[in-house]
């Protein structure tokens, strides 16, 4: 090999290093943003998107939550160290499933209900399931579409993750509590803590639970467990409660 052919394949091959070296480097720079921007909108109960970056650039598509708003959530990303800048154009409210001409018909997406099926290994017992629902309902709640019994999309995630906690634990009936404020009719309130939680039975079904293994009690706005003199308390009050017991 002459001289200036070794000449031309070395810097042949620092420049295919260089290559390879960038693109590694990108390639850690953008999955770390990824993941810190992911972190950053899920501590703001903002999930679900498709998060892609180029660089330090990031595109943010997917359905958010109607009490979200696509500048709301440019502004949570854009602050987290690196981004330079975001893309929120594919971003788009997410649709209502409220039966307008019976509210409190529910209305589901069974695309995004998770099928339950499998043997288990390791079922849960009634305690367990008890405490392990309780704490999916303390740091998340059920949201309804305003004045009706159809589960909000963005509480798919939450009602899967409760689905799947009453399949691990087979041996044990579960009690599903409707509850809600106290503003409007009391006879009303009654019929409509009745129909959410049918309506979370329903879904509980649809992801393959036993029809057997669910009852229903409707408690309207006779438990508060916050004052319905502010928002938040009327929030509180507004609530799916699952008391879990063994069978007989």
Avoid at 39 to 62: C, K, W
Avoid at 137 to 150: D, H, K, L, P, Q
């Amino acid at each position: 090999m002459s001289r200036s052919t070794a000449v031309m394949v070395g810097l042949a091959s620092l420049l295919l290093l260089t290559w390879i070296t960038i693109v590694l480097y990108h390639e850690k720079i953008e999955t770390d943003l990824t993941e810190r921007v992911g972190q950053a909108l899920s501590a703001r109960a903002l999930t679900g998107f498709a998060i892609a970056a180029d660089g330090r650039d990031l595109t943010i598509s997917g359905e958010m939550p109607r009490q979200a708003s696509a500048d709301g959530i440019a502004d949570v990303a854009a602050d987290v160290w690196g981004v330079r800048r975001v893309d929120v154009s594919g971003l788009r409210p997410q649709a209502s499933m409220l039966d307008r001409d019976d509210p409190l018909r529910p209305r589901f997406d069974s695309s995004r209900v998770v099928r339950l099926g499998g043997n288990l290994a390791n079922p849960m017992d009634a305690g367990t399931c008890q405490r392990t629902m309780a704490r999916l309902t303390s740091v998340g709640s059920i949201r309804f579409e305003s004045g009706g019994a159809s589960p909000m999309l963005e509480s798919y995630p939450l009602l899967n993750d409760l689905a799947t906690v009453a399949y691990q634990c087979p041996q044990t009936r579960i009690v599903i509590g409707g509850h809600t404020d106290g503003s409007g009719d009391r006879a009303f309130n009654m019929r409509l803590s009745q129909a959410r939680a049918e309506a979370v039975e329903r879904f509980f079904y649809l992801a393959g639970i036993r029809s057997e293994r669910m009852q229903i009690v409707a408690y309207g706005d006779s438990q508060p467990i916050a004052s319905n003199a502010t928002p938040e308390g009327r929030a509180a009050n507004r609530r799916i409660t699952f008391d879990v017991m063994p069978l007989q």
